[in-house]
């Protein structure tokens, strides 16, 4: 995908309530109508038997297409096993900052990964900046995650975004450590104005450097917030003609209701959310659209 599209930034979790009629409708129904596309991918599969269920029951509805999924975490393992079971589309999401909950004994794994918490968690600019002394370690706990994906799923991941959007921290990006010609999740996208220079100068270029090894999608926004009203509408009236992906967290409650409650619709009614991650105008990760024609789109999202 062509950088230029967007102007960047980059920008865990609440208690869901139980008792919500299930029963009234599935969201595949009410979504499921010709127009726009829009791809709503669930981060965090895995993480523990919460995020997992809620996850779950948002694709057994048709409300998201795919996850996101964590290994050595205390639901990895169950949760391969349910995404086996009821065909979910899977990426890798990777964890370089939240520490391993697994029963497993990983002693290397967790020192090495401590040592990469401590410095991308130190300050706000640590995860843009280059740590030559980290970089056995950042290549480790990366290909030690792809590893065990592979060993979880039956096969390496297609796609991959991270905790904290830290699979775009700078030792990553420049060691090269991700698969090339995978899907990759590129930085968060805000209209013209709404972040500094530097700012956007930064993720244009990173992305653009994501581009020439990887696939990506046109743009990418977290579901919230959802106020202004408009936010939303703008962002999925870009679906028509471009590869969106949306970030949503079900173990958030107001994002799973907002998700199985089929609130999507009320913002546009000809949307419909993908059946799994599908990049309807990606070719070989580019498409030739003009920066002009990306500058006009995203100042509709405003």
């Known amino acids: 995908m062509n950088p230029d599209r967007q102007e960047i930034s980059t920008m865990d979790n609440g208690q869901a309530n139980a008792g919500l009629d299930r029963s009234r409708f599935l969201v595949s129904d009410t979504l499921e109508r010709p127009g726009a596309v829009i791809i709503l991918n669930a981060d965090d599969w895995g993480r523990d038997r919460a995020t997992t269920d809620l996850s ?4 057994r509805v048709g409300a998201i297409s795919s996850v996101s999924a964590m290994v050595f975490m205390a639901d990895s393992e169950r949760a391969a096993d349910l995404a086996r079971l009821h065909g979910i589309d899977t990426g890798l999401h990777l964890n370089l900052t939240l520490p391993y909950s697994t029963p497993q004994r990983l002693l290397r794994l967790l020192e090495h990964q401590e040592r990469l918490s401590r410095f991308l968690r130190s ?20 290909r030690v995650q792809l590893e065990e994906y592979e060993r979880l799923f039956g096969v390496p991941p297609n796609r991959l975004d991270g905790h904290h959007h830290m699979h775009l921290c700078a030792n990553v ?11 990759v999740r590129r930085n968060l996208t805000f209209p013209p104005g709404e ?3 530097l700012n956007r100068f930064y993720r ?7 581009a020439s090894r990887h696939v990506l999608t046109d743009f990418f926004f977290d579901l919230q917030p959802f106020e202004p009203r408009n936010r939303l509408a703008k962002i999925l009236e870009l679906a028509a003609h471009f590869d969106i992906e949306v ?3 079900p173990i958030r409650d107001e994002e799973f209701r907002f998700l199985v409650n089929g609130e999507l619709i009320r913002y546009a009614e000809d949307i419909s959310v993908s059946r799994g991650y599908i990049l309807r105008f990606s070719k070989s990760g580019s498409k030739a659209v003009n920066v002009q024609m990306n500058r006009q789109a995203l100042r509709r999202t405003k």
């Open 123 to 142: 300050n706000r600019l640590a995860p843009v900046l280059y740590h030559p002394g980290l970089a056995r370690s950042f290549e480790y706990v990366v």
């Open 204 to 210: 244009r270029r990173q992305d653009r450097r994501l």
């Open 56 to 59: 779950l029951e948002c694709i």
């Open 173 to 183: 990006v420049k060691q090269r450590l991700l698969p090339e010609g995978v899907i």
């Open 195 to 197: 972040k500094g220079f």
């Open 247 to 249: 970030e949503t967290h």
